[in-house]
């Protein structure tokens, strides 16, 4: 208990006094307590919040969009092909995120016939990429708690599949669906192995951000207090999810429900 | 013409064939039921009807129009209400919306279909709980929710999939009398799934018997009872005495047979069977346990009367039941009267001829 207790909450305590303090490296304890490293965040970076959330952002749309049908083609219908998509979407979690980040960088590189790597839409693309499995994983887990009657009663009541699909799967759905899409966006937030290849100047997100000044060294308070902001927004986040699971619950199975 | 035609229905589940070349008919306003052991193939078939499977042969026509040999008509647009075993109404709907579901979706005005509701919330008798999730309810009230959502579009054909089979014997008896009596007053066309006997003796007009995807008999409950077609349905269906033997002699004019069994060399049978016997074939001689007659003195001028001993005997409430064993072999009796012989005393049983059937 206490090692594992240990583990987890070394990271936020290491981070919360390195980030809040100054040249704090050989002393047991910071000495000299600052929010200076956190004004020069946001005074002189801001850009890497706010590409952190739009990449993080599209890339959730893309799953949203493309990751959840894709998902649902596989899971519920006999659709044919279905079996290739399922395996070439799991083949995804074979590749660490350096190959895909490398491979992506070559691949749609300038002087190919899709030349994305100029783009910083690449970056959200590559985010999404990495993470489709995770969809199809999350729709597969909600799907087995759905039981399918629930959708073909609502067939043999006149309803066609995608009338189904919102009236009756979506919203007992809802739940699932939701907590992973936050998760799916925690996911993407803190993504920086395949990041780190495609960047270009101007593109940096919060992680690239923490590894830059780690890199260029002396810069640890500022990685730090990069490092803080992020567990903070994703621990807000995972708030968020708590709240759902308890709160949209309650909306989805009605009052009494499990 | 029937209402729903059947026609040469297969479907397979990979390797496993689940509907072997059915044939069957519905009529109009009928309640026929699908009955069989576990894994016969009810639900399957209850499914193609449904549009929920789609069958690899074979067509089913519903009110005269095809739903496979024309494209496939998907399951909204078959005009169709169904009760499933799980019951699967909608966790996240009140009572209320899960009825006017249907009727939502044709767009009726919302008048009518306020009385609508009204009128099948009264009949399943669930008014007054319209505001209520389906959490907040028992299995039977969520049983008759199903029932009320499958019935208020006034469907075409209503299919029924083990409705009663999670709820408990008493209410399960209960509903039985309900549904049927409720369906034959709407007169709908209805195809009822069960794996119980007494129910579908109770609620049918007509069963056909299932085994391993094939359909062995279709007849009303007493027909499927007094006449049936094998072995299988004749054990399926009530208890019976089977007595291996073979066939001596078959007398041409009345389709009397004679048996020669384990413990007589003659024994008649003289009701007549469904497949024809030549001597020597190896058959069943079989005989309901209540059409067995018992006497303490052999009787004067009677075929078929063998002694034998008692080997248990149980009072069940309002019948007699006992196993007797003659010259081994055991048969089972059932009189609906007090006998003072005891375990271990002899008796006459009479196998009345007019009763003993010829089964493969
Ligand atoms: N979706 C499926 N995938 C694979 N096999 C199936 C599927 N549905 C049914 N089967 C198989 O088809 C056969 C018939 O199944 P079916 O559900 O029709 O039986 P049933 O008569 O309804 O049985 P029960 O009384 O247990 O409900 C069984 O052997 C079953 O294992
Ligand atoms: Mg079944």
Same mark, same amino acid.
């Given at each position: ?25 050989? +002393? ?27 990449? =993080?952002?599209?890339?959730? !749309? ?12 596989? /899971? ?14 799991? *083949? ?44 199809? @994983? ?40 939701? $907590? ?12 920086? =192995? ?20 780690? %890199? ?25 999810? =708590? ?16 | ?19 072997? %070349? ?9 309640? !026929? ?23 690899? +042969? ?30 699967? $109404? ?16 044709? @767009? ?12 099948? *919330? ?22 008759? /929710? ?11 054909? *209503? ?30 066309? =209805? #195809?009822? #799934? ?11 007009? @007509? ?7 094939? #359909? ?33 002699? /078959? ?29 020597? +074939? ?29 080997? %248990? ?12 064993? $003659? ?5 089972? /009796? ?11 005393? +002899? ?14």
């Amino acid at each position: 208990m206490i090692f594992i207790a240990t583990l987890v909450l070394l990271i936020p305590v290491v981070l919360g006094l390195a980030a809040f303090s100054r040249r704090w490296v050989l +002393e047991p304890f910071p000495t000299d307590w600052t929010l200076e490293n956190f004004r020069l965040i946001l005074l002189e970076s801001p850009g890497l919040i706010k590409n952190s959330f739009k990449f =993080s952002l599209i890339a959730l !749309l893309f799953g949203i969009g493309f990751g959840l049908p894709a998902a649902y083609l596989i /899971v519920r219908t006999r659709m044919p092909g279905r079996d290739a998509l399922d395996f070439v979407i799991t *083949l995804m979690l074979a590749f660490p995120g350096i190959a895909v980040g490398v491979s992506y960088l070559l691949g749609f590189w300038k002087t190919t016939p899709i030349p994305l790597a100029d783009s910083w839409i690449i970056m959200a693309l590559a985010l999404f990429a990495r993470r489709l499995p995770y969809f199809l @994983r999350m729709a597969h887990a909600s799907y087995l708690q759905l039981d399918i009657s629930l959708e073909e009663a609502s067939e043999v009541s006149g309803a066609g599949k995608i009338r189904t699909f919102f009236n009756i799967s979506l919203p007992l759905l809802l739940k699932g669906v939701l $907590v992973g899409v936050v998760m799916f966006f925690i996911m993407a937030f803190q993504e920086i =192995s395949t990041a780190v290849f495609l960047y270009q100047g101007g593109w940096e997100t919060l992680p690239i951000g923490i590894y830059l000044d780690w %890199h260029r060294g002396m810069e640890f308070g500022i990685a730090a207090a990069k490092a803080f902001l992020m567990i903070v927004i994703t621990f807000i986040l995972l708030l968020i999810i =708590s709240r759902i699971s308890g709160g949209v619950l309650k909306a989805a199975w009605g009052p009494g429900g499990t | 013409m029937a209402f729903i035609e059947i026609r040469n229905l297969f479907k397979r589940f990979k390797k496993v064939v689940a509907v072997n %070349h059915i044939e069957l008919e519905v009529n109009e306003g009928e309640m !026929l039921t699908l009955l069989g052991p576990s894994g016969c193939g009810k639900t399957t078939t209850l499914r193609c009807i449904a549009g929920l499977e789609k069958p690899e +042969e074979g067509d089913i026509v519903i009110d005269g129009k095809p739903m496979l040999s024309q494209g496939f008509v998907e399951p909204s647009k078959r005009g169709i209400g169904m009760v499933f075993q799980n019951y699967a $109404v909608w966790p996240h709907m009140k009572v209320y919306k899960n009825i006017i579901y249907g009727l939502k979706l044709q @767009r009726i005005p919302k008048q009518e279909m306020h009385e609508k509701a009204q009128q099948v *919330l009264e009949l399943v008798g669930l008014d007054g709980l319209e505001e209520r999730y389906p959490v907040q309810l028992s299995g039977g009230q969520q049983q008759r /929710v199903a029932l009320a959502r499958a019935l208020v579009g006034n469907p075409k054909v *209503l299919l029924l999939d083990e409705p009663l089979s999670n709820l408990d014997a008493k209410l399960r008896e209960e509903l039985r009398f309900e549904i049927k009596s409720l369906v034959r007053r709407m007169g709908i066309t =209805s #195809v009822y #799934v069960t794996h119980d006997q007494a129910e579908a003796m109770v609620i049918s007009d @007509r069963i056909a018997v299932m085994d391993s995807g094939n #359909v062995v008999q279709i007849g009303t409950p007493l027909e499927i009872y007094d006449k049936p077609a094998n072995r299988f349905v004749a054990d399926f269906i009530g208890t019976m005495n089977f007595m291996a033997g073979e066939v001596v002699q /078959v007398l041409q004019d009345t389709e009397a047979v004679y048996v020669r069994t384990e413990f007589s060399e003659k024994m008649l049978c003289k009701t007549p069977s469904i497949t024809a016997t030549t001597p020597g +074939e190896e058959v069943y001689a079989s005989i309901r346990p209540e059409d067995v007659e018992v006497f303490a003195e052999p009787p004067q001028g009677k075929e078929n009367l063998f002694k034998g001993t008692i080997a %248990h005997k149980a009072y069940l409430g309002n019948f007699l039941y006992f196993f007797v064993s $003659v010259n081994g072999t055991m048969i089972r /009796v059932q009189v609906p009267h007090h006998l003072p012989q005891e375990e271990g005393q +002899e008796l006459y049983l009479f196998l009345n001829p007019e009763k003993c059937m010829i089964l493969l």
